[in-house]
Antibody, heavy 121, light 107 residues
Framework: QLQLHESGPGLVKPSGTLSLTCTVS?????????WSWVRQAPGKGLEWIGE???????NYNPSLTSRVIMSIDKSKNQFSLRLSAVTDADTAVYYC??????????????WGQGSLVTVSS | DIQMTQSPSSLSASIGDRVTFTCRAS??????LAWYQQKPGKAPKFLIY???NLETGVPSRFSGSGSGTDFTFTISSLQPEDIGTYYC?????????FGQGTKVEVK
């Protein structure tokens, strides 16, 4: 059974950089899937941040693209998110998720448990 | 970006009731729509793709319909375990976007 697990600091200072890693177990990153980050501010809905393919190709949400970098380390079966210049608006639960592609469908079939990141001094 | 609008934002129903709520896209997305259920403190769970295709293992009391800009999610007989927030998601074009959710509560 595929499992995803987010890890990283739970507290980031304003103007700092948020860094999270998603570790995939029970399956391989090299499985022709896109891997995404989705966040959820407290009491709010879901916001897609971006996606990365096993090749390292990325697509980002235009609302965040100037601050986001995603990377992948297939040797560790991990992919990562860096979000720079954070403000309290970036306080959220951050989820990593696998995208299932059944052309033309693209949906998120496996999710991590979520990692709460609070931006505060 | 394609904006997804769900209504109502919350609803209250009795166990056994038929429950229906909607999702509207800001432009036509064919049937490129998925639905998720999220329980408090948990990650979303994928339920439906292609607007009406149930994921394997999802109870048949759940169903979806629609095409173009207007979509509907139905629970034919509400069960206690169905309580949570339901989100639609479009995959017609990047960036993938979600509705703001419909919270389903027991009356």
């Amino acid at each position: 059974q595929l499992q995803l697990h987010e890890s990283g600091p739970g507290l980031v200072k304003p103007s700092g950089t948020l860094s999270l890693t998603c570790t995939v177990s029970g399956g391989s990153l090299s499985s022709s899937h896109w891997w995404s980050w989705v966040r959820q501010a407290p009491g709010k809905g879901l916001e897609w941040i971006g996606e990365i393919y096993e090749s390292g190709s990325t697509n980002y949400n235009p609302s965040l693209t100037s601050r986001v970098i995603m990377s992948i380390d297939k040797s560790k079966n991990q992919f990562s998110l860096r979000l720079s210049a954070v403000t309290d608006a970036d306080t959220a639960v951050y989820y990593c998720a696998r995208e299932k592609v059944v052309v033309p469908a693209v949906y998120f079939d496996y999710w991590g448990q979520g990692s709460l990141v609070t931006v505060s001094s | 970006d394609i904006q997804m609008t769900q209504s109502p934002s919350s609803l209250s129903a009795s166990i056994g009731d038929r429950v229906t709520f909607t999702c509207r896209a800001s432009r036509a997305i064919s049937n490129f729509l998925a639905w998720y259920q999220q329980k408090p403190g948990k990650a979303p769970k994928f339920l439906i793709y292609g607007a009406s295709n149930l994921e394997t293992g999802v109870p048949s009391r759940f169903s979806g319909s629609g095409s173009g800009t207007d979509f509907t999610f139905t629970i034919s007989s509400l069960q206690p375990e169905d309580i949570g927030t339901y989100y639609c998601q479009q995959y017609d074009s990047l960036p993938w976007t979600f509705g703001q959710g419909t919270k389903v509560e027991v009356k």
